[in-house]
């Protein structure tokens, strides 16, 4: 009698069995589970997929310890943390994640604007890795979770599958993404969007300055990197490089709180937006010039702003949002007429179109503000406008199926904030696997998700990745 598998039964049976020794350059792993399976004798000792599962074992107590030593490379006092790119506390903080690496036997090496790679070499290293990751840059006085539970927790995700005994097949590495906020720079996933490719952004970089008028190449450099600023191709990654991308992250929203569920799983990022406004008006003194002869550019800025949440109403979707996060008045004195406003708006939604129809409302109810009230549009600058990105579904049954096998509960959702995942979708599949935190506070000291809850994570998280490995 003879046995046949299909290439489906054959990966079947991977996930059904990790060995705890490494192939042989010679040994053809696919011919070493057949022969698991059909019981040949094999003298090296093996671990059965269900034990591996219940051996995946999170070290909660030194993973908590790690990100509250991070959370003190920071500029503001504790609970705030504050750690923007390329300033001292951010290379500090960077130092102090390639060293964890290094701990963990991981090869690290860095691109030119500083993304980090640790690589836990697969027995299989001609075929692309599976990535992990996310950021530890942190707008001002925010919290300690935010990206950091990605990038703790994956290099954790790693050693958990290490003290499990599991030999990776493709390579694992978790990747440190340069500068996922847009404090510094006002460019959101900077890092990320360049490894994607983004040709505009590295020309774009070439003058970009920061808000004290320091150059993104002069700042790169004083942190160690940028050390030839005419060409960034060297960030940029084929299509490809990566077979999957998976990102750990806290909701940074109420629902799986409010839900009581351990888990989210992630189907689409939604698609954001920024947009620059200036308005120019004529000032003068507060009290001399009478109401009727004002061409007040801080009213117009004003009415601007309430007519951004009108037409994200307008659209009749829950998940289209707008935010008028930056307005400016100059010259900013109480007894002077505002001579000039300076907004910046984020829109985003799931769907593009309709989000995009949001913005073109925009700027037509800002060409009509300005005409109205005698002042001139100056700027109305669409800063970015991308799209939104979609799970792939050989990660998403990943990440469901770990999840099942954790005994854990989940939820399948979108993500309405926007990830160096969104990028990464351009580069190779993706999927984002989402926890818990405390009434979905972000951006703010008191942002906060349990051990358990973060432990839940890193144990989807390693599942998933050695399921990806085996593919």
Not at 31 to 36: A, F, G, H, N, P
Not at 66 to 78: G, N, V
Not at 457 to 465: E, N, P, R, W, Y
């Amino acid at each position: 009698m003879s046995l046949k598998f299909s290439h489906s039964a054959i990966i079947v049976l991977f996930l059904c069995s990790f060995t705890t020794i490494l192939a042989h350059e010679d040994e053809d792993p696919t011919i070493k589970t057949m022969e698991d399976f059909s019981g040949y004798p094999i003298p090296e000792p093996h671990l059965s997929f269900q034990n591996t599962v219940s051996s995946l074992s999170v070290d909660t107590r030194s993973l908590q310890k790690q990100i509250d030593e991070l959370s003190t490379f920071s500029d503001t006092p504790a609970p705030s943390v504050t750690r923007i790119l390329y300033s001292d506390k951010d290379v500090l903080a960077r130092r102090f994640i390639k060293n964890l690496m290094g701990l963990s036997g991981l090869s690290v090496r860095e691109d030119a604007i500083g993304n980090i790679f640790g690589r836990w070499e697969g027995y299989n290293p001609d075929l692309s890795a599976v990535g992990t990751g996310s950021h530890i840059d942190a707008i001002p006085y925010s919290g300690k979770y935010d990206g950091v539970v990605g990038v703790l927790g994956a290099i954790e995700a790693i050693n958990v599958l290490k003290r499990s005994g599991f030999k990776p097949k493709r390579s694992l590495e978790v990747i440190l993404f340069t500068s996922e906020e847009p404090t510094r720079f006002g460019i959101s996933c900077l890092g990320s969007r360049l490894m994607a490719g983004s040709k505009t952004l590295a020309n774009a970089l070439k003058t970009t300055v920061d808000g004290q008028n320091i150059s993104f190449f002069d700042a790169a450099q004083s942190a160690g990197y940028t050390k030839d600023e005419g060409d960034l191709s060297s960030v940029f990654l084929e299509k490809g490089s990566y077979s999957a991308f998976v990102e750990l992250h806290i909701e940074q929203g109420p629902i799986l709180e409010d839900e009581g569920i351990s888990v989210g799983i992630v189907t689409a990022i939604a698609a954001p937006a920024s947009i620059k406004v200036d308005f120019e008006g004529n000032g003068g003194h507060a009290g001399a010039v009478l109401m009727p002869n004002r061409n007040d550019a801080g009213l117009a800025a004003a009415e601007l702003v309430l007519a951004v949440e009108r037409h994200v109403l307008e659209s009749g979707s829950i998940d289209t949002v707008g935010t008028v996060g930056i307005l400016e008045l100059h010259p900013g004195a109480i007894n002077s007429i505002p001579s000039k406003s300076h907004l910046e708006i984020d829109t985003r939604d799931i769907d593009e179109e309709r989000r995009n129809v949001v913005i073109e409302k925009i700027h037509q109810s800002a060409i009509t503000i300005a005409s109205k009230r005698g002042v001139n549009l100056s700027e109305f600058k669409i800063v970015n406008q991308d799209p939104p990105a979609l799970s792939d579904k050989s990660i998403l049954d990943a990440m469901e199926a770990s999840s099942k096998e954790l005994n854990l509960t989940h939820k399948f959702m979108i993500s309405r904030a926007y990830h160096d995942s969104l990028f990464m979708a351009r580069v190779s599949p993706m999927g984002m696997i989402f926890i818990p935190c405390y009434k979905g506070y972000s951006h703010k000291p008191e942002e906060y998700a349990s051990s358990q809850d973060i432990s839940n994570g890193v144990k989807v998280l390693a599942l998933t990745l050695a399921k990806l490995s085996l593919q």
